[in-house]
């Protein structure tokens, strides 16, 4: 019963901080917002990998057929937290801000030798940025100043459950069925001024969306011997078209000498269903020896050109995206301490999906990371942190130079044994 009350109260709280995510980036004004990447503590410090990843004692919603190498009588819980330094840099202007937020909850277990299961919350996609422009005309000795302020806030969240099957012991397929919900805001503020008048229009403009979503894996497992193994998997996403629901309010506010002037130009809610999630395809590949060392590699892609949003003016091209990460465990029976630490490293590499003033955007960066286990139990400490880049200054665009720290908690505990007493 604490059991079943701590973890009720746990997803009441995910659920409003979920409802608060954001990101502070520029580019998330497109679509819905910057697509969160899938993973956990140990995936994160691993440059993201994990399509043929599949361990014990940690869980991967990257690939649900990874569920299959939990244990069975046992539950793993996963929390994640983490802080974005984030500096926007222009060919004029550098600006630096701090991000946390709350990443993820999920549990799993094993329901028989041959099935397992997972469900938890988790972003889907966050919005977050304020951009403002300037720009003034002088014609005939009179000067018009205009102003204008881009902001957005919200996002997308996933709740999900997913099921692992496991067939001839070394085959494991995998299904991820989601709801997807949640809200983007997005404004604009135009001002005009001259000597007598002056003008502000105020766009204000919210896109709700939710739909069921589902995604597919597989992995297959080689023995090379008794502690050695080759992991091969994929997944598959086959897209979806989100149901989208958009209210747009305008109003004009308007000064001229000592009178003002309101008015509303537009107020009205409209059902629209044309925002559409793309397919997706990945491959992987991991070498690893139980308890010592983890050799784990990544591409996917995403076809992001056959997709529509509700902007239709942007440039969409398929996403490309290559992971790789290294896990060494010096001797994990040692008694001493360091010795039985995670030590991770990995590197990603994104051709993105956005093209903006004929510039492709590409986005890359290295991670490293620890697993720090508690003593006398099955609970890791993971920390890991990222260091990347995105974007260009090229044609009046922003360049994002990021450090993200993370902490994850893996919590273990045995379910369904009857205690015996002497």
Wanted: hydrophobic share 35%.
């Amino acid at each position: 019963m604490k059991k079943l009350c701590f973890l009720t109260f746990l997803t009441f709280w995910a659920v409003q901080i979920f409802a608060q995510n954001s990101t502070l980036s520029p580019y998330s004004r497109y679509g819905i917002g910057d697509i969160s990447g899938k993973g956990f503590g140990q995936n994160q410090a691993l440059g993201g990998a994990g399509i043929a990843l599949a361990n014990p004692y940690h869980l991967n919603n990257i690939n649900p057929a990874s569920y299959r190498a939990m244990a069975l009588n046992m539950f793993t819980l996963e929390i994640g937290a983490s802080v974005q330094r984030l500096n926007l840099e222009t060919q004029t202007e550098n600006f630096t801000q701090y991000n946390p937020r709350f990443n993820y909850l999920s549990l799993g277990f094993a329901v028989t030798p041959f099935l397992s299961a997972s469900f938890g919350l988790a972003p889907f996609s966050n919005v977050g940025y304020q951009v403002d422009t300037r720009k003034l005309i002088v014609a005939d000795g009179d000067s018009l100043n205009f102003f204008n302020q881009y902001s957005g806030k919200g996002g997308l969240n996933q709740a999900y459950l997913g099921f692992s099957f496991l067939f001839f012991k070394r085959l494991s397929l995998g299904i991820h069925g989601g709801y997807v919900f949640g809200s983007t805001d997005q404004n604009i503020t135009s001002n005009m001024q001259d000597k007598n008048d002056y003008c502000v229009i105020r766009t204000e403009k919210r896109n709700i969306y939710n739909d069921f979503h589902f995604d597919f894996g597989l992995q297959y497992s080689h023995l090379l011997g008794k502690e050695k193994e080759i992991v091969a998997g994929i997944t598959y996403d086959n897209g979806k078209k989100l149901n989208a629901m958009n209210t747009t309010y305008i109003v004009k506010y308007q000064y001229l000498n000592t009178v003002s002037f309101t008015d509303t130009l537009r107020n009205d809610t409209t059902e629209k269903g044309n925002f559409e999630l793309p397919s997706s395809f990945g491959v992987g590949l991991t070498f690893h020896k139980i308890n010592q060392f983890t050799f784990s590699v990544d591409y996917s892609t995403q076809s992001w050109s056959s997709t529509k949003m509700l902007d239709n003016s942007i440039n969409l091209k398929n996403s490309h995206t290559l992971s790789t990460g290294i896990e060494f465990i010096p001797d994990i029976s040692s008694l001493k301490y360091f010795k039985t630490i995670r030590y991770r490293i990995g590197a990603y590499y994104t051709n993105t999906y956005l093209e903006l003033r004929d510039n492709l955007l590409k986005q890359y960066g290295l991670t490293f990371g620890f697993g720090l286990p508690l003593k006398n139990s099955l609970t890791i400490f993971n920390l890991s942190f990222e260091i990347g880049q995105r974007g260009t200054t090229n044609n009046g665009l922003i360049k994002e130079n990021y450090f993200i720290s993370t902490l994850n908690i893996t919590l273990h505990d045995i379910w369904f044994v009857k205690r015996k007493y002497r």
